[in-house]
């Protein structure tokens, strides 16, 4: 489909100043290549989930760590990634009168920790970038709803970029969420008050604040085929004057086969048709591929409670992610007043990452863990590591 201004602006901040901030030595006008890729979706979790691990040591985080551990549950796929290497910075060695300038090596130990949130995953692009001095050039990023900071791998080949998009595709339908496919393969923005002061746009002949612009064209896309480039103002599709993109995708994109766009050039227009991808043509996820549900749990004996700790549990956010640096867990979001866990003086925050000595996937996987009689509790509070044990007394 035609994509709005707001994905692309995210993925150019992404490269243009998340690169450079985190110290990744790509250049503040990295150049990207994106190209339109639809997902070849795997039969189930397990062999998506294995496709990733088998590839484990091709692909690396944004920041070029080697994957260490790699994590999957229906709410997300975490990657924490570690490197360790050398550097050799010149400094000056001894006092003023006898030192001098030396190299001196220093050991660095690099972290990073890659997630893809299914709940807030909006859009998967592959891209390639061509100004990078790393092999790894090839990449799959992730378009976050509410972020400007997406998640990102990279390769060393478009075949092995390939394998990663179909397996992060293949666990994101799997969650129940349904797949971003792109059948046009643009980027697109409305006229702007700016381009008609601008000297290119009106040699062109924009005179008025209507129509579109497009901005970024995918490599091996329709919108490519069909001769759009970057660049290229919009005034009219299938004979229908353009006033915005809005009005360009509900009144046209919603229903149209084929596109008949009418483009201003030097001294009157030109026409381009593109032919979308038919809707009926795009990959569809097999039934058999979604998350096992959880096995429900036998019913408590007669006269027996089930386990009751005294709070509340909620997923991590991303702050919160990080600090369990791949680990799963739960976050206490909410204490019963009188109760065990008040008595043991855990705290709204706390992150719960280990009961009896098993990993907590998530909010909803503690109750099996837990048993009749006392619970062991390993938690992260402040960065410290803390073990509370607990007796099943209170509701939870």
Request: hydrophobic letters at 40%.
């Amino acid at each position: 489909m035609g994509r709005p201004r707001s994905l692309i602006i995210a993925l150019l901040a992404f490269l243009s100043f998340s690169a450079c901030l985190s110290g990744f030595p790509v250049p503040c006008h990295a150049v990207v290549q994106q190209y339109l890729h639809q997902p070849v979706f795997y039969s189930s979790v397990d062999e998506a989930f294995a496709a990733i691990r088998n590839m484990q040591n091709q692909f690396v985080g944004w920041k070029g760590t080697p994957a260490q551990k790699i994590d999957l549950d229906r709410y997300g796929l975490r990657v924490f990634g570690a490197m360790d290497y050398v550097v050799t910075n010149k400094e000056w060695v001894g006092n003023v009168i006898t030192g001098n300038i030396k190299d001196v090596q220093k050991q660095v130990h690099e972290e990073e920790l890659t997630i893809f949130p299914f709940d807030r995953l909006r859009d998967l692009q592959l891209n390639y970038y061509p100004d990078l001095n790393k092999e790894y050039k090839w990449g799959v990023v992730g378009i976050l709803k509410g972020s400007n900071d997406p998640p990102a791998f990279r390769t060393p080949t478009k075949e092995l970029a390939e394998i990663l998009y179909n397996s992060i595709a293949s666990l994101w339908a799997a969650s129940g969420r349904p797949v971003s496919m792109s059948r046009l393969g643009a980027y697109f923005r409305d006229v702007s008050s700016d381009d008609l002061k601008s000297k290119e746009m009106q040699e062109l002949g924009l005179t008025d604040l209507k129509g579109m612009v497009v901005t970024y064209v995918m490599e091996g896309s329709p919108a490519k085929a069909g001769g759009l480039t970057a660049g290229n103002v919009i005034v009219a599709c299938n004979d229908i004057p353009l006033v915005n993109y809005d009005q360009w995708d509900r009144e046209i994109w919603a229903t149209a086969s084929s596109l008949t766009f009418k483009v201003l050039k030097k001294g009157g227009t030109t026409i381009r048709l593109v032919d979308p991808i038919p809707t009926e043509q795009l990959p569809k996820p097999p039934a058999s591929l979604s998350f096992p549900t959880a096995p429900a749990q036998p019913p408590a004996a007669t006269g027996q409670k089930p386990p009751k700790l005294g709070f509340s549990l909620r997923l991590p956010n991303d702050l919160e992610k990080q600090v369990l640096k791949g680990k799963t867990g739960a976050v206490i979001s909410g204490i019963t007043p009188g109760g065990l866990a008040e008595a043991a003086r855990l705290q709204v925050g706390d992150i719960l990452f280990d009961c009896n000595g098993k990993p907590i996937q998530g909010p909803e996987g503690l109750g099996s863990l837990l048993a009749s009689g006392e619970n062991s509790f390993t938690i992260l509070r402040q960065g410290k590591t803390l073990v509370v044990k607990l007796a099943p007394e209170v509701n939870y």
